[in-house]
């Protein structure tokens, strides 16, 4: 095993461990298809990237970015919901997506692949990977407050629509980390999935979100073991990976 397939390997199991968290609280937050809408948000930028020959990963880090503070004052501003101000962008960005990406470049885009993964690159995603978990981990009861009553916590002082924020930034930062293996068609299902699979299994609130990481990890690790010896692509074969897992917790009756 060389070094970037090391590499690889250990910031794809990092990403899954910060994507099962993320999606836990998504799933209570009921934005878990957020996932899917977010990763297009990379799209444009995607493409801007590759057009001009630069780091894809920081082309799609500008639109997710300036997509999520978008989404954010749409939410705040016109009073619409969050899942009807993230439709709204996502169209947008889909659209803008679709013309920007060379066609040689789209299937790279939208699957995950592009490149080897260098020490930096490995360095700056698990500095990612550490900030979102570290950041959910420090309001995670403001957080949960907030899911199951926001009249509560504001009453108590909390500012809720600075920890939707930040919330929705671990978000973002989630999704940019995992596009190189998933694409931008894929990469939500690392949140959704693992998340959908643990609320059926779990039965407490801490289980629930041990278990998602737990799956998501399981799932990125025997995805990259199908994906080596079947000489697949990396990124269906994770998302196969998990949605066998979903499958069969189908069975557990009473979920």
């Known amino acids: 095993m060389n070094d970037a397939s090391a590499y690889a390997i250990v910031l794809g199991l ?5 994507a099962g968290v993320v999606g836990s609280f ?7 298809l957020a996932g899917d809408v977010v990763s297009h948000l990379a799209l444009p930028g995607l493409g801007a990237a590759f057009l001009w020959k630069v780091n894809p990963i920081a082309g799609a880090a500008v639109t997710v970015a300036l997509g999520i503070v978008l989404i954010h004052q749409l939410e705040r501003r016109s009073g619409l919901a969050i899942e009807t ?14 013309l920007l990406t060379p066609r040689e470049d789209l299937i790279d885009a939208l699957f995950g692949g592009f490149g080897a993964i260098r020490t930096i690159e490995l360095a700056i995603g698990l500095l990612g990977c550490a900030a979102v978990i570290g950041t959910l981990y420090a309001m995670r009861h403001k957080l ?3 899911i199951f009553s926001p009249d509560i916590a504001r009453s108590l002082k909390i500012d809720v629509d600075r920890v939707n924020f930040l ?3 671990t978000f973002g930062a989630t999704i940019l980390i995992g596009l190189r293996f998933l694409g931008a068609l894929l990469v939500g299902a690392m949140i959704i999935v693992p998340a959908a699979t643990a609320r059926r299994l779990a039965t407490s609130l801490n289980r629930f979100i041990v278990l998602s990481a737990a799956i998501s990890m399981l799932s990125v690790g025997a995805g990259f073991i199908a994906a080596r ?14 949605s066998a897992m979903f499958a069969l917790s189908l069975l557990k009756r009473g979920g």
């Open 144 to 146: 949960i407050l907030i």
């Open 167 to 169: 919330y929705l930034c």
């Open 26 to 32: 998504g799933l209570m937050k009921r934005m878990t």
């Open 14 to 18: 990092a990403t899954a461990l910060a």
């Open 229 to 242: 010896y079947s000489h697949l692509a990396l990124g269906p074969c994770i998302v196969g990976v998990a």
């Open 85 to 98: 101000a993230i439709g709204v962008v996502f169209v947008a960005a889909l659209a803008a997506g679709a």
